[in-house]
């Protein structure tokens, strides 16, 4: 009974004896040689911060912080890697050609190579300024505040393209990965302007976000009925998920 049951979940991706697609097979490797590079490019950026960083004397506590150019080195791989996989989706969703198939096979390695730059880029921006230095100005909360956004949401955009793959471009859904990307880009848009902001170089995207009534140099407030809205459609889409789920099985 368990055999036959076994024997229904061959397919000619996974054959008698084949447990791991190949990219699951090169994952450790990935893993390994991410993580590695992860740690020398740390390694290299506290041996040079030991001069170039920002002497911090904070009251009660020692304290010690990294250079910014070590942030603002880093803030470009994610930042490019992630527009570079909205690009593939967004040629994918207007396109079934060859061309376009298989730039849909490279959106989540290079998501995920954007999600793990953007981890090493959060982790440096902590060690700009003391925490309670940085959240004094709204400026400082407000990329903040955007940089976990990004980075979450493209946490979970890589999980669904790892997990879905080919499924995310299949019929209406494609429109619907084409409007969750874009929420991506835009966020990693916003994140990229307020930290430009930050440095002292404000772009015209920071200007045009107070043409839609948000002044990026004062504190974020979101209504707390929104907050309510919020809540209520996260409950909504767990509904729905577990309903299709159900129907599906
Ligand atoms: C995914 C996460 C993040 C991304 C993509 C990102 C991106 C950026 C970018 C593009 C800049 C401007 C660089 C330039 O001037 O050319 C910047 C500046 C800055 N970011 Fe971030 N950031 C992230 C997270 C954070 C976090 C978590 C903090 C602090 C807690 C932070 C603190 C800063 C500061 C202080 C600056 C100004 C640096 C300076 O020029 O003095 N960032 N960031």
């Known amino acids: 009974m368990i055999r036959s049951q076994a024997n229904r979940l061959l397919t000619p991706e996974f054959p008698k004896g084949r447990f791991m697609t190949p990219d699951l097979q090169r994952a450790p490797r990935i893993a390994i040689t991410a993580t590695f590079l992860g740690l020398l490019g740390t390694g290299v950026a506290l041996a040079h911060g030991a001069d170039g960083g920002v002497a911090v004397a904070v009251e009660g506590a020692p304290s010690w912080s990294l250079s910014p150019v070590y942030h603002i080195l880093m803030a470009h791989f994610p930042v490019g890697l992630w527009v570079t996989a909205y690009l593939f989706i967004l040629i994918r969703c207007f396109s079934d050609a060859e061309f376009a198939v298989r730039l ?44 976990t956004w990004t980075l979450s949401y493209w946490t979970v955009m890589t999980v669904l393209g790892y997990r879905f793959r080919r499924h995310l471009f299949e019929g209406a859904q ?5 409007v969750l990307a874009t929420i991506g880009a835009a966020v990693i848009t916003i994140t990229g302007t307020l930290g430009g902001s930050l440095g002292g170089t404000p772009s015209l995207v920071t200007k045009s976000l107070s043409w839609i009534g948000w002044n990026v140099y004062e504190t974020f ?12 459609g996260a409950l909504v889409l767990v509904a729905l998920g577990v309903m299709g789920r159900r129907k599906r099985a």
Do not use: D
């Open 104 to 147: 849909q096979r490279a959106i989540w390695p290079v998501a995920a190579l954007g999600t793990l730059a953007g981890f090493v880029t959060y982790g440096l921006g902590l060690t700009i300024y003391p925490w309670s230095a940085i959240t004094e100005s709204p400026l400082g909360r407000n990329h903040i505040m955007l940089a």
């Open 174 to 178: 494609r429109w619907i990965t084409l």
């Open 221 to 232: 407030y979101l209504p707390t009925w929104m907050l309510v809205v919020f809540g209520l």
